[in-house]
């Protein structure tokens, strides 16, 4: 579904990805893991358009994305979640996750003042959001502004802003960074339980390795913006090279 | 000096009803999409400067009559031409005023537009703001030395408003401004549709965050533009109702002083709230009414200092307690602005 063949990023002398190929397979849960600094967020920002690579070239279904802008790279459906909570904070949680759907005719300005002609399309999507936030356990929240979520359910927010934009693949930057330990389990089984039910492929930036551990089908390690392992989880943690970078064994 | 209430009191609420729009239009780039723009004057003065080619050129040509240079040693005959078709043609006045609010709102908007592209696509809106605080200097400056608009720094009177047939001066006046009014009514109404729209969502998305609302598909520079475009066509209709009020078209009205005025309004009244844009231009109108009338009466007491420049004070002062006590404005943005909240119904708890 998506393929990095040799990408790179360089900032000056800085070769903050450097010559990374990795394949994410339909419907998997890829992890990519490494120590701070190692180029896991750039990497992601890459593959969203964020940040345009220096060489290299990105497929996402069959389609060469390497040049595309952000904006058309989501339109294919890759979809991308931030290390920090990035939600328009003075939003209700509600307009936060119907604000990606695409092709909405109330978002066209000479349609916009004309209420009786979006209001069909926006009554299902609200319905439709109502139901995303429900499953993110936002229920309660939909007309809770974004800012006043505790950081838990603005991760949880967040994912479901994702899943409204149709996502075929999501990248997660740390989806349970500063989220307590029942929750951060809750945020995976809900990644899985949309693995099984819609298909979705995701790739994972994760540090609570205990976690992602048990929900991933395989993954890659990063270290100075290289790949330096890939494989089930199980051999990954046996792996020598894994073990003295990242767990400075 | 005795004043006359009615009078007065008609003044007033066609001047409220002109800062309204300009209000607005401003909440509606700045208050809703986090555009700021530095140069509300320049596209208020784009109004003003069609009305006064209409009225000079487009005016007499609908009237069948030969057009006359407005500037030069001819100027006494133009002004002679204009007045008397807008006296005694009220089909004809009404038909080129209308023409007027068109044509500026196209053009205001147009050059919204164009002026606001190429800085929203750096990506740093503030750029865009001193671009057009500067542009707007620029314009009014060119716009005074070059006769053919509205002729350099004489300016161009008898801009008549469209109710001037009407013998009666006070049904006029109370006419136009009922016409002001229901159009501020309409632009209110416009606006408010507009942010309860999923356009209006859109609108907030990218002054919250223009990365993650491009990372979400949406092409914020396009959508900056046509905020920028609706928002000055906006302006310049207010600058057709605002010339057309005085009489008078000069550059020198459309000073940075203006658009100040323009932000000291929707701070006051509430960034992000149509209301609260409202409020703020009532409020500053009042203030700006009450300062002249006293400058004027003070004049005539004998006073020999000039009260009028007592309301550059006040609004500063105004700017600067709102900034630092409530920086909301009087009427703060609502939570729920969009009309999913009511869709969905009772599922979500409000807060």
């Known amino acids: 579904m998506l393929e990095l063949q040799n990408v790179s990023k360089h900032f000056g002398n800085l070769r903050a990805v450097d010559g990374v190929s990795l394949r994410v397979p339909q419907g998997q849960i890829i992890g990519l893991i490494g120590p701070n600094g190692s180029g896991k967020s750039t990497l992601l920002s890459l593959m969203a358009g964020t940040v345009q690579p220096s060489g290299g070239k990105i497929l996402f279904d069959g389609h060469d994305i390497t040049r595309q802008t952000a904006d058309q790279i989501f339109q294919r459906g890759l979809v991308r979640s931030f290390q920090d909570p990035s939600l328009f904070f003075r939003m209700t949680a509600l307009d936060n996750a119907l604000l990606p759907v695409n092709a909405q005719r109330g978002e066209r300005p000479t349609h916009a003042p004309w209420h009786h002609l979006w209001r069909q399309q926006e009554q299902t999507l609200a319905s439709r959001a109502g139901g995303v936030l429900d499953q993110v356990q936002l229920g309660k929240q939909t007309n809770t502004l974004a800012a006043n979520l505790s950081g838990g359910q603005m991760k949880l927010l967040e994912l479901g802003r994702s899943l409204m934009g149709a996502p075929k693949l999501l990248l997660l930057d740390e989806p349970t960074a500063g989220v307590a330990p029942a929750l951060a389990y809750t945020i995976f089984e809900q990644i899985e339980h949309l693995r099984a039910t819609q298909g979705i492929t995701f790739l994972i930036i994760e540090h609570r390795l205990e976690i992602l551990f048990d929900f991933v089908d395989s993954l890659y390690v990063m270290h100075l913006g290289k790949v330096i392992a890939q494989g089930k989880p199980d051999a990954i943690a046996a792996n020598a090279q894994v073990r003295e970078v990242y767990f400075g064994e | ?351």
């Not at chain 2, 190429?118 to 542009?135: I, N, S």
């Open chain 2, 1 to 351: 000096m005795n004043i006359d209430l009615f009078a007065t009191t008609i003044a007033l609420l066609t001047f409220f009803g002109i800062s309204a729009i300009m209000a607005l239009s401003l909440n509606l780039e700045y208050g809703v999409a986090g555009i700021p723009n530095f140069g509300q004057a320049l596209f208020v003065s784009i109004g003003a400067y069609t009305a006064g080619w209409t009225y000079t050129r487009l005016l007499p040509l609908l009237a069948g009559e030969a057009v006359i240079d407005p500037c030069g040693s001819t100027l006494g005959q133009a002004l002679q031409l204009r007045s008397t078709i807008m006296k005694t043609m009220p089909t004809v006045g009404l038909t080129n005023f209308v023409i007027t609010l068109l044509i500026a709102a196209l053009i205001g908007g147009l050059v919204g537009y164009l002026a606001s592209y190429p800085a929203l696509r750096l990506k740093q809106e503030w750029y865009l703001g001193l671009v057009l605080l500067v542009g707007s200097e620029i314009v009014r400056i060119v716009v005074r030395g070059y006769e053919p608009i509205i002729c350099g720094n004489n300016g161009l009177s008898a801009i008549a408003q469209p109710f001037h047939w009407l013998r009666d001066s006070t049904l006029s006046s109370l006419l136009f401004a009922g016409l002001v009014l229901t159009v501020a009514g309409l632009v209110y109404l416009y606006c408010e549709r507009l942010v309860r729209s999923p356009y209006g969502r859109l609108l907030k998305a990218v002054r919250e965050n223009d990365a993650v609302a491009t990372s979400l598909g949406k092409d914020v520079a396009r959508i900056r533009g046509q905020i920028m475009f609706i928002g000055s066509a906006l302006a310049g209709v207010a600058g057709v109702f605002f010339v057309v009020n005085s009489g008078y078209a000069s550059a020198n009205d459309y000073v940075v002083a203006l658009t100040l005025d323009v932000w000291v309004m929707i701070v006051l009244g509430g960034l992000g709230n149509n209301r609260g844009a409202l409020l703020g231009a009532l409020l500053i109108t009042i203030l700006d009414r009450l300062t002249a009338i006293t400058a004027i009466r003070m004049n005539m007491l004998g006073f020999q200092w000039e009260f009028n420049y007592v309301r550059y004070i006040l609004f500063g002062v105004i700017l600067l307690l709102m900034l630092r006590y409530r920086p909301q404005g009087l009427l703060p943005e609502p939570t729920q602005t969009t009309r999913a909240h009511e869709m969905l119904g009772a599922e979500g708890v409000a807060k």
